[in-house]
């Protein structure tokens, strides 16, 4: 039994209300108060959860850990640095058995945070510290493995021999997205010319209207295929794609029923195991260090290779020829046959 509340962290909470709208909460998970639980979970968020995906898994993920560790969980949800440092220091004060951290916007803050308590275990989600102190746990994601099994589905499939990514930022991290997908298609297909845009902006990860914009440019480029990782984003890229001439893949979950006919494929990334895998560890007294979760530890992966990918909504479950060299290519990663390059260690 767990019970789960939501709430907006301390800067964003001050301006709703200023604006007359008040936090939310989980009105099916109950109170956070409820006295039969003895353990408990803080998870903050880089921003608002809204329709990001990857935040929805980790906060899925949290609910899980609690269910199975009889914990109550509650989610602070920030706005801007500013409001994830304020809830950081919150969660701090409440001193629960774990703090979870999401995401690389995060990283600097919680890493601090660990140093300046020592008594008090926090999680990373998807970055990890260099120097990570004894009570720094992180779960990391090789998202390079399932992008590049994406591009080779791309690289086969392309009409136009081009093909195009969209990221939020450029940045090494999100180049994980980029690269490895190119470079999938271009094993698979050497002609292939490939295009790149960044959303960038004030909110990279959620606006809709500049993702869609920058996909229009990919596709005004000849591509016929577009890797969509950005975040939030990505509905603006699945608008653009409806609207024109080319198919788009998802990130993280499977975005091919939020959009169906208009994408080929997800690049998924499993964070809601990782979280309740390694809050686990931390209940069990073996918190500290690192896990990477990559194809061979079913940490991603790709939709097309699920069992249920006929009803997926997925378009790559017309073409069972490209589903067949992805899973050879999946398992070439996994014996380490193929390796692929981490943008962010490549020299």
């Known amino acids: 039994m767990s019970t789960l509340t939501r709430r907006?962290?301390?800067?964003?909470?001050?301006?709703?209300?200023?604006a007359g709208v008040s936090a939310c909460s989980s009105s099916d998970a109950g109170s956070s108060d409820d006295a039969s639980l003895d353990k408990s979970i803080i998870l903050i968020t880089p921003t608002a959860?809204?329709?990001?995906?990857?935040?929805?898994l980790a906060v899925e993920g949290a609910e899980a850990a609690g269910k199975a560790n009889?914990?109550?969980?509650?989610?602070?949800?920030?706005?801007?640095p500013a409001s994830i440092q304020q809830n950081i220091d919150e969660a701090v004060r409440a001193a629960p058995d774990v703090i979870i951290g999401v995401s690389f916007s995060v990283l600097d803050?919680?890493?601090?945070?660990?140093?300046?308590?020592?008594?008090?275990?926090?999680?990373?989600?998807?970055?990890?510290?260099?120097?990570?102190?004894?009570?720094?746990?992180?779960?990391?994601?090789?998202?390079?493995?399932s992008n590049y099994l994406i591009g080779v589905e791309a690289g086969l499939l392309t009409q136009t021999n081009s093909i195009?990514?969209?990221?939020?930022?450029?940045?090494?991290?999100?180049?994980?997205?980029?690269?490895p997908f190119f470079a999938g298609a271009k094993s698979v297909n050497p002609e292939v010319k490939t295009t790149q845009q960044y959303v960038g902006g004030d909110n990279p990860f959620g606006d809709q209207a500049r993702a869609k914009a920058q996909a229009q440019i990919i596709a005004d480029s000849g591509a016929d295929y577009v890797n969509a990782a950005a975040s939030a984003g990505n509905l603006g890229v699945f608008e653009a794609a409806a609207a024109g001439s080319f198919k788009a893949f998802g990130v993280d979950s499977n975005q091919c029923l939020e959009s169906p006919g208009n994408v080929v494929d997800n690049s998924i990334k499993r964070v809601d195991v990782a979280v309740e895998n390694a809050v686990k560890d931390i209940f069990a007294g073996n918190g500290g260090g690192f896990k990477s979760y990559g194809l061979a530890e079913g940490g991603v992966g790709v939709t097309g290779l699920e069992d249920d990918v006929?009803?997926?909504?997925?378009?790559?479950?017309?073409?069972?020829?490209?589903?067949?060299?992805?899973?050879?290519?999946?398992?070439?990663?996994?014996?380490?046959?193929?390796t692929v390059e981490d943008p962010l260690t490549a020299g």
């Open 109 to 145: 803050q919680v890493t601090a945070a660990a140093a300046d308590n020592p008594d008090q275990q926090f999680l990373l989600i998807d970055t990890s510290a260099e120097e990570p102190t004894d009570n720094l746990t992180a779960a990391v994601f090789k998202e390079y493995e």
């Open 164 to 179: 195009g990514a969209i990221g939020a930022l450029d940045t090494p991290f999100i180049h994980r997205w980029i690269d």
């Open 70 to 80: 009889g914990a109550k969980v509650d989610i602070y949800e920030s706005k801007d």
């Open 8 to 18: 907006i962290g301390a800067v964003a909470l001050t301006a709703a209300l200023v």
């Open 310 to 338: 006929a009803s997926s909504k997925c378009l790559i479950a017309e073409h069972p020829d490209v589903i067949e060299k992805v899973a050879e290519v999946r398992d070439q990663i996994v014996s380490g046959e193929i």
């Open 49 to 56: 959860v809204g329709s990001n995906n990857f935040l929805k």
